[in-house]
């Protein structure tokens, strides 16, 4: 009779091995699947990023090529009263929410005007999408325009100018289509705001707007945006502006630089021209 081997199972040398093998394994593993499910976000994002500037490319076909202002004053519409139009939604006085002047020109609003790397608070109270933001500083006018009372220097308020999309920039004064940015990730030390701007905008408004139009920096310490020609980037160095040192710490602060921060520090990221 042959001789039956005996059996026995793992020692507690060869158990240890296993499990620092298998842990081993799970180390290099779980960053590999962490780095996957940020690209496929920040994908998702560049995508949405894409449509918006085409249906923005639409919008300014439709409208003797000028690109969406990013508020409609006058008239009925006025932050004051609650019933304010702007380039992503109309939120009227009682609450609801209608389509903004992008809106209509975006199918499925609701997956393309959330960006799925941001679940911080609103741009504005009730907006029922947010993280995106839009070139407020030279697109829609805001740093190129006078500022005043109505009938005066303010001109571009007024509902002659204002209604119908006068206050911004047309299709053919966009000569630095590739480099100027037309949306991105909107990012600041309270949320997100949906004004994208300049670190040097040329209106003289309060340089708190400036700071609070920063660009969040969320997948990995990069940020994504659309230029106005309608390719997306991908920027992984979050300017301060060159501004920044001279600001108050009250100001300075509200960037929450390099979470946040600005896409060049001057203008040459923003103004098309």
């Not at 969406?68 to 006058?74: M, N, S, T």
Request: glycine content about 10%; aromatic content about 10%; overall charge negative.
């Amino acid at each position: 009779m042959t001789a039956r081997r005996a059996q026995h199972g793992f020692t507690l040398i060869e158990l240890m091995i296993v499990i620092c093998i298998i842990a081993l394994l799970l180390g290099l593993l779980i960053p590999a699947l962490g780095r996957m499910s940020s690209h496929s976000i920040s994908v998702h994002c560049m995508s949405n990023l894409r449509t918006m500037a085409r249906a923005a490319t639409l919008y300014a076909i439709e409208h003797d090529a000028q690109f969406p202002p990013a508020l409609l004053h006058g008239l009925d519409h006025d932050a004051n009263t609650g019933d304010v139009r702007a380039w992503d939604y109309w939120k009227k006085s009682d609450g609801t929410i209608q389509p903004g002047l992008l809106w209509t020109y975006t199918d499925e609003p609701g997956k393309t005007l959330q960006c799925p790397g941001y679940e911080g608070p609103a741009n504005w109270d009730g907006d029922p999408f947010t993280g995106y933001n839009y070139n407020t500083a030279f697109i829609a006018a805001e740093g190129r325009m006078a500022w005043g009372e109505p009938g005066g220097s303010r001109d571009f308020l007024t509902p002659k100018d204002n209604l119908d999309g006068r206050t911004s920039l047309g299709l053919a004064e966009c000569r630095r289509t590739s480099t100027t940015a037309l949306f991105g990730i909107g990012g600041w030390k309270n949320g997100a705001n949906k004004f994208m701007r300049s670190p040097v905008n040329a209106s003289p408004q309060d340089m708190s707007l400036c700071c609070a139009g920063t660009q969040g920096f969320h997948y990995g310490g990069s940020t994504n945006f659309a230029c106005v020609d309608g390719h997306v980037e991908r920027l992984s160095t979050p300017f301060q502006g060159k501004h920044f040192d001279s600001l108050p710490t009250s100001l300075s602060s509200q960037i929450d630089w390099p979470n946040n921060g600005f896409l060049s520090d001057d203008a040459s990221r923003y103004d098309p021209r």
